[in-house]
């Protein structure tokens, strides 16, 4: 479920539950997406360098998701 905007960035969703990059279930007609991780619809989404600077998220963190906490 990876679009191209009129940028070119890729859309990512980013699950505030799971606090990391999910994939998602749209729900309807609706501009709501579930995270196909926990179910919640508690999901921001938006251009991946948009997402990554808002929730402040290293790309190689998430790529090898290890978590040093
Ligand atoms: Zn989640």
């Known amino acids: 479920m990876i679009k191209k905007d009129e940028l070119g960035g890729e859309i990512i969703f980013y699950c505030k539950d799971c606090e990391e990059i999910v994939e998602t279930s749209r729900i309807g007609e609706k501009h ?8 919640t619809k508690n999901v921001a989404f938006g251009t991946k360098r948009s997402i990554y ?17």
């Open 32 to 39: 709501v997406y579930k995270c196909r991780k926990c179910g």
């Open 53 to 69: 600077g808002f929730f402040r998220l290293d790309e190689k963190e998430v790529k090898n998701s290890k978590k040093s906490s």
